[in-house]
């Protein structure tokens, strides 16, 4: 799974508890008292924390990015090592 399919599953994720929480929020408008208190202050809570990971996942998207390109390109370099190796390798054993 590439980095951009990471974040983007994560972020669908996100928004797929956030829509529960708002279809929960609209059925809960039968509760009174400490009960709806309660519900809207963990509705809250939560709304904050999905909206914190959403900025830390575009935070980490542009911060992958620089380290993805660096890995990238180890990998790369590492592959054309290895291919090199494998086929000095290989030449001795070719007949």
Known sequence: ??????????????DSFQKEIDELKESSSHLSGDMKKQFDTGAKE????????DEKFDKLKDKAEENYNEVKDFIELSNKALKHSF?????????
Do not use: C, G, R, V
């Open 46 to 53: 939560l709304k904050s924390l999905y909206k914190e990971a």
């Open 87 to 95: 086929n000095y390798f290989m030449s001795h054993y070719k007949k």
């Open 1 to 14: 799974m590439t980095k951009d399919k990471m974040i983007a599953e994560a972020k669908k994720q996100l």
